[in-house]
């Protein structure tokens, strides 16, 4: 049976399509991503402490290794924002908790619906998501150690094998495929000083681009035409720093890798 969830008499929260509703305008509105959604489902289901242990497994399921505190941190800096824009109340809605994880302000009211039985044919979030894991028992001090010192160097390893990867195929992308096909895949940003910036559309995050900007050092005089690619959750970027557009016939182009923006 699929449950909505009623929250200060003000707002319905709908977990099977993921939307926040103002009862009071119905027409306004809110669709949360999915990993939003469950992370408000766990949040109000739980009633209590949440640790983000437990929000990167009821959040994210398998793909929960990929997730970073970044990605955790953002969904819940947007649930507060969506829940605020819904309402002229003042409340915290969400709490952080430091170094323990989140849970729902004490003053806010939840009462849970059983949704209509012609909404119950979609797969709500709460049928999707496997149930949330406990957190594991603290290892001891030795064991501690040596998980960390093999995490990092698997970590590591990991990011130095998708830098090399994604330089790979930025090279071998330009140099066996036809120019005029990269270049549909960038768009023009703005000129920074001698240099024309593109931005590779696929890949578009604004913040991540005006860092890697920042951490930018090409010679404008030789090359005046640059590509970017950003790869956020990597803290990685690739450049294509170009003689003339990506298209002309004696183009040349020197590849580059700009890692550690944050």
């Given at each position: 049976?699929?449950?909505?969830?009623?929250?200060?008499?003000?707002?319905?929260?709908?977990?099977?399509?993921?939307?926040?509703?103002?009862?009071?305008?119905?027409?306004?509105?809110?669709?949360?991503?999915?990993?939003?959604?469950?992370?408000?489902?766990?949040?109000?289901?739980?009633?209590?402490?949440?640790?983000?242990?437990?929000l990167f497994n009821y959040a994210w399921g398998d793909n929960a290794?990929?997730?970073?505190?970044?990605?955790?941190?953002?969904?819940?800096?947007?649930?507060?924002?969506?829940?605020?824009?819904?309402?002229?109340?003042?409340?915290?809605?969400?709490?952080?908790?430091?170094?323990?994880?989140?849970?729902?302000?004490?003053?806010?009211?939840?009462?849970?619906?059983?949704?209509?039985?012609?909404?119950?044919?979609?797969?709500?979030?709460?049928?999707?998501?496997?149930?949330?894991?406990?957190?594991?028992?603290?290892?001891?001090?030795?064991?501690?150690?040596?998980?960390?010192?093999?995490?990092?160097?698997?970590?590591?390893?990991?990011?130095?094998?998708?830098?090399?990867?994604?330089?790979?195929?930025?090279?071998?992308?330009?140099?066996?495929?036809?120019?005029?096909?990269?270049?549909?895949?960038?768009?023009?940003?703005?000129?920074?000083?001698?240099?024309?910036?593109?931005?590779?559309?696929?890949?578009?995050?604004s913040v991540a681009y005006r860092k890697v900007l920042g951490a930018?050092?090409?010679?404008?005089?030789?090359?005046?035409?640059?590509?970017?690619?950003?790869?956020?959750?990597?803290?990685?970027?690739?450049?294509?720093?170009?003689?003339?557009?990506?298209?002309?016939?004696?183009?040349?182009?020197?590849?580059?890798?700009?890692?550690?923006?944050?």
């Amino acid at each position: 049976m699929c449950f909505i969830y009623r929250l200060n008499d003000s707002i319905e929260f709908r977990p099977d399509d993921n939307r926040l509703i103002n009862l009071h305008n119905t027409q306004q509105q809110v669709t949360l991503s999915a990993s939003c959604a469950r992370c408000l489902l766990l949040l109000v289901k739980k009633r209590d402490l949440v640790t983000q242990h437990e929000l990167f497994n009821y959040a994210w399921g398998d793909n929960a290794i990929s997730a970073t505190p970044n990605n955790l941190y953002q969904n819940i800096s947007l649930l507060r924002k969506a829940l605020k824009g819904l309402t002229s109340h003042d409340n915290a809605w969400i709490v952080t908790l430091p170094r323990k994880g989140f849970q729902l302000d004490d003053n806010v009211t939840i009462e849970e619906i059983a949704a209509p039985e012609a909404a119950s044919s979609s797969t709500s979030v709460a049928d999707e998501m496997p149930p949330v894991a406990p957190a594991p028992p603290p290892p001891s001090a030795g064991l501690l150690m040596t998980w960390f010192k093999y995490k990092k160097t698997l970590i590591f390893t990991w990011v130095v094998f998708i830098t090399l990867l994604a330089a790979s195929l930025t090279a071998i992308d330009y140099f066996m495929f036809p120019h005029n096909a990269i270049a549909q895949r960038y768009i023009y940003y703005k000129d920074i000083e001698a240099c024309k910036i593109y931005l590779n559309k696929d890949a578009y995050d604004s913040v991540a681009y005006r860092k890697v900007l920042g951490a930018l050092e090409v010679s404008c005089k030789h090359n005046p035409y640059t590509y970017i690619t950003v790869y956020p959750i990597l803290h990685t970027a690739t450049a294509l720093s170009c003689t003339a557009a990506i298209g002309h016939k004696h183009t040349q182009c020197i590849s580059s890798i700009i890692r550690g923006f944050k």
